[in-house]
């Protein structure tokens, strides 16, 4: 396979940060009502295909204003898979266009299945597919997926797999973003509550995929809304890599992220969408005719956010 | 909206299921190296699209041979995701085409996120999405979906209300059939099990969801695997109906599956998918020019167990 990676991902995404000096991924989840409007006015169908192209200029014209700044995008399936199959060729345009600017690209898609229907999923995003004569395709191809583990290991187990034999990375949902989170993950199993059980899952399923700078490639998915509960994750969890939701429109801010990170200053990846595809809807002059330039400026603002904070805490 | 279906998801289902005399479901699962030659070589081209076209061809035969039989399909969206923009058309047109028969379709696609992120999958599958010029329109449109709650209610709520302002239906992930579903669902809280205390959110969730035969259109996955476990289930949730995978090539028969039945007959449907649409390839003669007929004869096998055994079980 000559497109193969040839470098574990964790590794490959700690250098992106280093590169960077930046732990901050852009979410590229766009919403047609919100993507301005100069860049649909060319595009007189009203159908879903001109969502698509919408959303292909509007992503584009974002990883132009970021690209330099960040290490990795962050586009969420939900938003293009709303256009069916026109909008799924926008989520391939917008990945192929952004692994062109040297950015990582991590598909949120919080998949999740039994172990026939997991491995199709793993073919899809990480790894390869069958082609009507036989030989084997990329289809996807992203450096990394987010996954729901509720199924247990045999659902899990052909990511793992594929983020070994392809070095792809996977997050694992611990405890999420949302307010709702602890219907079931705040319950407790014995002395331990559902989202550190599952983290303990992870932890013995991450094993062995550590890159050469300590961590691994089996990361976990752990809110910034919940800095508290971040920080028993980390415990039990000391050598994966968290993505981290929850940062700017959710409500979490600077100083509740760093329970996310190890005394190293690594071990995070922060994530914000809104706050930064959209960040000229809270602008002053609300100027959609800038809204590449307000996303940087929210792109620089939120690294130098998270670079005070971390040096503050670990002071 | 013209073309909002006018009846409760529960009571389409079963009234579907008496016209029919029967509660199974056929999984539209394709896999390009099942699928017979004849059907590719129409296709030259070896890239994602002649797959799709394949898999058109293919379902829309399987469709033709059991859409008298049985009363809806469920097509497993990792299967067409594998094939990016060309798969998801695929889908689509699947989709189309059982609805044309009279099918009910289930988009067995188990998505999750958090509310604003489920908002789109809710818009995506059940509801309408929003055009570039503004106004809504339908895009998968199917009749119901399954979902992950690992998240909680309100990453559930936006499928629940469109479930009611569009007369559509969800299936929750409880006690999946695979064998490690036991890593996370058999863990014990307090004196319940994690897919007793799931059982029992979505007892909540789906309050006030009944048609007029009784039953919710806020429903459950559970696995035919596990006879014992969807006993409980079936005492916790009595008005829901159960989306039952596991018969056939998982492993299940016709008598684990009657644990999932209330004694009035209803409240589950069973799916197989590679036992009833690859029958040919269990068959002796591997014809793979009649694999059309041979499903719809697995198709009447499977009919003719489940009655047998619900018949059976209930003297």
Same mark, same amino acid.
């Given at each position: *396979?000559?497109?193969?990676?040839?470098?574990?991902?964790?590794?490959?995404?700690?250098?992106?940060?280093?590169?960077?000096?930046?732990?901050?991924?852009?979410?590229?989840?766009?919403?047609?009502?919100?993507?301005?409007?100069?860049?649909? &006015?060319?595009?007189?169908?009203?159908?879903?295909? @001109?969502?698509?192209?919408?959303?292909?200029?509007?992503?584009?014209?974002?990883?132009?204003?970021?690209?330099?700044?960040?290490?990795?995008?962050?586009?969420?399936?939900?938003?293009?898979?709303?256009?069916?199959?026109?909008?799924?060729?926008?989520?391939?345009? %917008?990945?192929?266009?952004?692994? &062109? /600017?040297?950015?990582?690209?991590?598909?949120?898609? /919080?998949?999740?299945?039994?172990?026939? %229907?997991?491995?199709?999923? $793993?073919?899809?995003?990480?790894?390869?597919?069958?082609? &009507?004569?036989? &030989?084997?395709?990329?289809?996807?191809?992203?450096?990394?997926?987010?996954?729901?583990?509720?199924?247990?290991?045999?659902?899990?187990?052909? !990511?793992?797999?594929?983020? +070994?034999?392809?070095?792809?990375?996977? !997050?694992?949902?611990? #405890? %999420?973003?949302?307010?709702?989170?602890?219907?079931?993950?705040?319950?407790?199993?014995?002395? /331990?509550?559902?989202?550190?059980? *599952? $983290?303990?899952?992870?932890?013995?399923?991450?094993?062995?995929?550590?890159? +050469?700078?300590?961590?691994? $490639?089996?990361?976990?998915?752990?809110?910034?809304?919940?800095?508290?509960?971040? #920080?028993?994750?980390?415990?039990?969890?000391?050598?994966?890599?968290?993505?981290?939701?929850?940062?700017?429109?959710?409500?979490?801010?600077?100083?509740?992220?760093?329970?996310?990170?190890?005394?190293?200053?690594?071990?995070?990846?922060?994530?914000?969408?809104?706050?930064?595809?959209? @960040?000229? *809807?809270?602008?002053?002059?609300?100027?959609?005719?800038?809204?590449? %330039?307000?996303?940087?400026?929210?792109?620089?603002? *939120? /690294?130098?956010?998270?670079?005070?904070?971390?040096?503050? !805490?670990?002071?």
């Amino acid at each position: *396979m000559e497109n193969k990676v040839p470098e574990n991902f964790a590794d490959r995404l700690i250098n992106a940060i280093d590169e960077k000096h930046n732990p901050s991924v852009v979410g590229l989840d766009p919403r047609i009502e919100h993507i301005p409007e100069h860049l649909k &006015s060319k595009h007189c169908r009203d159908d879903r295909e @001109a969502v698509a192209d919408a959303f292909i200029a509007f992503n584009k014209a974002i990883i132009d204003a970021v690209y330099d700044i960040v290490p990795a995008v962050k586009p969420q399936l939900a938003f293009y898979e709303q256009y069916g199959h026109c909008g799924i060729r926008a989520f391939e345009e %917008t990945i192929s266009y952004a692994r &062109s /600017k040297g950015l990582i690209v991590i598909a949120d898609a /919080k998949r999740n299945d039994i172990g026939s %229907t997991a491995e199709a999923y $793993s073919a899809a995003y990480l790894g390869e597919v069958r082609n &009507s004569s036989g &030989s084997m395709i990329r289809s996807f191809d992203v450096d990394a997926l987010t996954l729901n583990a509720y199924l247990g290991w045999d659902g899990v187990k052909p !990511f793992v797999q594929a983020c +070994k034999e392809y070095n792809k990375g996977i !997050f694992i949902l611990a #405890k %999420t973003s949302n307010p709702s989170s602890g219907d079931l993950q705040d319950k407790k199993i014995d002395d /331990k509550t559902v989202y550190e059980e *599952m $983290s303990h899952l992870i932890g013995q399923w991450g094993d062995g995929s550590e890159g +050469k700078r300590g961590y691994r $490639s089996i990361g976990a998915v752990v809110g910034a809304t919940f800095p508290e509960q971040a #920080k028993q994750i980390r415990n039990i969890l000391p050598n994966s890599i968290f993505l981290v939701p929850g940062y700017g429109a959710q409500g979490a801010i600077a100083a509740d992220i760093v329970a996310c990170f190890n005394p190293d200053g690594y071990g995070a990846i922060i994530n914000s969408s809104r706050g930064i595809i959209f @960040a000229y *809807m809270d602008d002053q002059n609300k100027n959609s005719r800038q809204f590449d %330039t307000t996303a940087r400026s929210a792109a620089i603002r *939120m /690294k130098e956010d998270i670079s005070r904070a971390l040096a503050f !805490f670990s002071l």
